[in-house]
Structures are given as structure tokens and as C-alpha cells.
């Protein structure tokens, strides 16, 4: 169980473009969604978590109108990096919670991250 | 300070030696901790989580200790398959779900 799948898992784009990454809760219903970042030899920083129906919380330093995160579905969340720089190129993981038979001590389980390099 | 901190490593073990990780937490009521492995240009992938009584799973033990705010891995026996970055994950209090990971640490088996 808890499986989540994301896609793509790798993409190279030029500067300016948009990239949109899903990730999908396979087996289980996704109540909340977390978005990770993780730059080469760095650990992964939370983003944004997402629950469904309502806007994303946004961490500190992050950008909401850079990064927009839609969690439309119990099974469905959306990355977007808008005006991407090759700054932004970076791992960026998702992971997702069963709300229904998850708790509070349950680990999270991840996607298998999207690579994004940005010319 | 960080909320999670690890031992920076690298750590280059030979084959069959036992190492061990530590990693702080500066949040005192931290409720739930994992370690998590991760290969080079993958995604974390769980590999235990730490219970307060301590726990193993075959070579790996991973205890907490609440009172100096630390968590370990152990791992005995290594393998080269063991070669992996190793980082703690650790869950404050309060609704929150997500996790706060440390920088990991790396580990290579040599043969």
C-alpha cells in the first residue's frame, strides 16, 4: 500500500518555460501532499503541503505564485514552476498521507521525484 | 541551530564493519522519527522507523533517546548494498504531518 507515483522523472526545459509535475496517489486516498526540494549534496526542504479542496500551505522563502500547487482530486496534486530559471533546477519529491488509515506516527512515502534541469 | 542535525560523514566502512549515525532534534516534543535511505539520484525510501523502546530489523537497530534529544542507526554486518546516503526524519508536534529531514549521511562499503 501507500504507493505514490509521480511524473515526469526527468525534465530539462529552457529558461522562462513552465513545468508541471504530478503526483498521484495510487492505492489510497490523499488527503494532504507534501512537496519536497532538494538541491545536490543538500538535504530535502519542505515547499508547500497541499490538502485537498483548499489552497496550499507554503514554507517560508518559498513563492506561491512561482511554485503553484493544486490538490484537486484525493488522488491528484500538481506542481507547477512558472518562469522556471536554472535556479529552480533541482529534485523536487512529493510525498502523500491516507488521511482515512494513517496516524499521527505513520511515515511518509514518496514519489520517485522529478528532475528538473532548467537551460 | 537546526532543527535536525547529522553527522556530517562521509563514512567509508569495509565490508562486515558495524557503523553508526546519530542525528539531534532541537525540538523537545518531537513525536515520531524515522531513518530513511536514499541512492544516488532517488527518492527517500523508508527504512525503519524509531520507536522509544529502541527497535531492530535483522542488522539494522535504531534507538531514541528523548532525554538528549537523539536518535541512532546502527547497522552491523555491512554490505556493499548498504552504500547509501542515510538520513533522519523527524515529525514535530502539533497537527502537522510533514517531516523535517537532516542533511544525511553518507555511507560507502568498501569491499
Known amino acids: 500500500g501507500a504507493v505514490v507515483s509521480q511524473h515526469p522523472s526527468r525534465v530539462i526545459c529552457k529558461s522562462g518555460t513552465s513545468v508541471k509535475i504530478e503526483c498521484r496517489s495510487l492505492?489510497?486516498?490523499?488527503?494532504?501532499m507534501f512537496w519536497y526540494r532538494q538541491f545536490p549534496k543538500q538535504s530535502l526542504m519542505l515547499m508547500a503541503t497541499?490538502?485537498?479542496?483548499?489552497?496550499?500551505?507554503?514554507e517560508q522563502g518559498v513563492e506561491k505564485d512561482k511554485f503553484l500547487i493544486n490538490h484537486a482530486s484525493l488522488t491528484l496534486s500538481t506542481l507547477t514552476v512558472t518562469s522556471a530559471h536554472p535556479e529552480d533546477s533541482s529534485f523536487y519529491i512529493c510525498?502523500?498521507?491516507?488521511?482515512?488509515?494513517?496516524?499521527?506516527?505513520?511515515?511518509?512515502?514518496f514519489g520517485n521525484g522529478t528532475r528538473l534541469t532548467v537551460t | 541551530r537546526k532543527e535536525v542535525e547529522q553527522d556530517p560523514g562521509p563514512f567509508n566502512v569495509p565490508e562486515g564493519a558495524t557503523v553508526a549515525f546519530n542525528c539531534t532534534y532541537s525540538n523537545s516534543a518531537s513525536q515520531s522519527f524515522f531513518w530513511y535511505r536514499q541512492d544516488c539520484r532517488k527518492e527517500p525510501k523508508l527504512l525503519m522507523s524509531?520507536?522509544?523502546s529502541g527497535n531492530e530489523d535483522g542488522r539494522f537497530t535504531a534507538q531514541l533517546n528523548r532525554a538528549s534529544q537523539y536518535i541512532s542507526l546502527l547497522i552491523r554486518d555491512s554490505k556493499l548494498s548498504d552504500s547509501a546516503t542515510y538520513l533522519c526524519?523527524?515529525?514535530?508536534?502539533?497537527?502537522?504531518?510533514?517531516?523535517?529531514f537532516g542533511s544525511g549521511t553518507q555511507l560507502t562499503v568498501l569491499p
Open positions: 510525498s502523500a498521507i491516507d488521511g482515512q488509515h494513517s496516524s499521527y506516527n505513520s511515515p511518509l512515502h
Open positions: 492505492d489510497f486516498q490523499a488527503t494532504t
Open positions: 524509531v520507536y522509544s
Open positions: 497541499s490538502n485537498e479542496g483548499s489552497k496550499a500551505t507554503y
Open positions: 526524519a523527524v515529525r514535530g508536534a502539533g497537527s502537522a504531518r510533514q517531516l523535517t
